[in-house]
């Protein structure tokens, strides 16, 4: 019987396989390829390191291969989070979307102006007002899942739909703001591609690999369209079948959409972002003065990430729960609330992105917007994790 129940008995996890599963680790990854790419940025290396970024696979460079297309996964698997949380999720209903999309639209507006109101006599950085209105989801919830229970599951659940939203919203600026000339030819082939996955869906087609082989065509004809190629993943993501069958409400688990979302987790997290961290965190402090790391562009983006998060969401969260909208994430505090906003001013990954589509053909813009995302991001999560740690648990009111 000993024997029997010792081998019925459940065995522990691998230490490999509970990193893997936890909340925390794709952030600290992420924090590591920035960290390296810093060091090797700053090193003897560095020479190896810009010439193998800058070297030439087939038609695109190495860094372009990493920025538009295995960047285009990450934005499949943002896709597919923002469909499967708008129909099934945190996102399904008015009363689930006020309180995370109202803070969302705060944190995206606030940083935009405070980045404007540093570079508004300045034309040439001027463009790059989206940088500071991005949140990075997995650094954000990296930092709040090492404080544990000090923090309200009901506050990852904010974070994750605000963070979600802010997505939404940088990919619609990308779209709309940070597009090259436009190919008619290639962005009309592009939409009868999505008429083609559209009507997949509706006839009820589940295999994945017809929408994946249509998507990659899809990726070609973006690319060549002059629309930054990234978008084609979030439109792929949203015509994969979340259902089985039309009107079914007790399989979403086996559809096509959450196969391939459980599928991506991972790789995304633990190999597509962190190689893009690294390919795109390096910046090389040699040569750079005291004086460019207090210039109108730095200081917009890590004030816009710093500030603008904290007075955006915090100060639209507070308006939305003081309208009656929503209410307060049950069980936290107002001080816990504040600490989150602080952490939506981690904007590294879609910062990252959209600073390098700004200013594409200027290095020294480039290498200052890094800077300012770096410092903002850093400030902004160590005093967001600081204000979470030290704050009381039990929900008190708000003053006044």
């Not at 007790?250 to 790789?267: G, N, Q, T, V, Y």
């Not at 750079?288 to 007075?311: E, N, P, Q, S």
């Not at 600073?355 to 005093?383: T, Y």
Request: charged residues 10%; glycine residues 10%.
């Amino acid at each position: 019987m000993a024997s029997l129940n010792k081998l019925q008995r459940p065995r522990p996890a691998s230490l490999l396989r509970a990193f893997l599963d936890s909340e925390a680790s794709g952030g600290l990854v992420l924090m590591g390829a920035a960290v390296l790419a810093l060091i090797v940025a700053n090193s003897a290396l560095a020479p190896t390191y810009f010439g193998a970024l800058a070297a030439y696979l087939g038609p695109l460079s190495t860094l372009h291969w990493i920025n538009d297309a295995l960047m285009a996964v990450f934005f499949l698997l943002v896709g597919l989070e923002i469909k499967r949380e708008v129909l099934d999720g945190q996102l399904s209903t008015w009363s689930r979307r006020a309180l995370p999309g109202l803070a969302a639209l705060g944190g995206m507006a606030v940083p935009a102006l405070i980045y404007l109101a540093f570079n508004a006599s300045h034309p040439d950085t001027i463009r790059g007002w989206a940088i500071p209105a991005a949140t990075d989801i997995a650094f954000a919830l990296g930092v709040l899942s090492l404080l544990g229970p000090r923090v309200p599951t009901s506050l990852k659940v904010f974070l994750t739909a605000l963070a979600i939203i802010d997505d939404l919203g940088a990919v619609i600026i990308i779209a709309l703001f940070y597009t090259a000339q436009i190919s008619v030819l290639d962005l009309g082939l592009a939409a009868a591609v999505v008429v083609a996955l559209v009507v997949m869906n509706r006839l009820g087609v589940l295999k994945l690999w017809a929408y994946l082989a249509l998507g990659a065509v899809l990726w070609v004809l973006v690319l060549r369209s002059g629309v930054h190629a990234t978008i084609a993943g979030v439109v792929l993501a949203f015509t994969i079948p979340l259902r089985m069958r039309p009107g079914a409400v007790d399989d979403i688990s086996a559809s096509p959409l959450h196969r391939l979302e459980h599928a991506l987790h991972k790789p995304v997290a633990f190999l597509i972002i962190p190689v893009f961290g690294f390919a795109n965190a390096g910046v090389s402090f040699a040569g750079m003065t005291v004086a460019a790391l207090f210039d109108h562009l730095t200081l917009g983006v890590a004030c816009g990430l710093v500030f603008g998060k904290l007075i955006g969401v915090f100060g639209f969260a507070w308006i939305t729960i003081r309208a009656g909208w929503a209410e307060l994430p049950m069980g936290a505090s107002w001080t816990q609330l504040l600490g989150v906003s602080l952490l939506c001013g981690i904007g590294f990954t879609m910062s990252l992105f959209i600073g390098l589509l700004a200013f594409a053909d200027n290095p020294l813009l480039q290498a200052e917007v890094k800077v300012g995302i770096l410092a903002g991001s850093i400030v902004a999560g160590l005093v967001g994790a600081t204000v979470l740690a030290l704050a009381p648990r039990r929900a008190r009111p708000m003053p006044g």
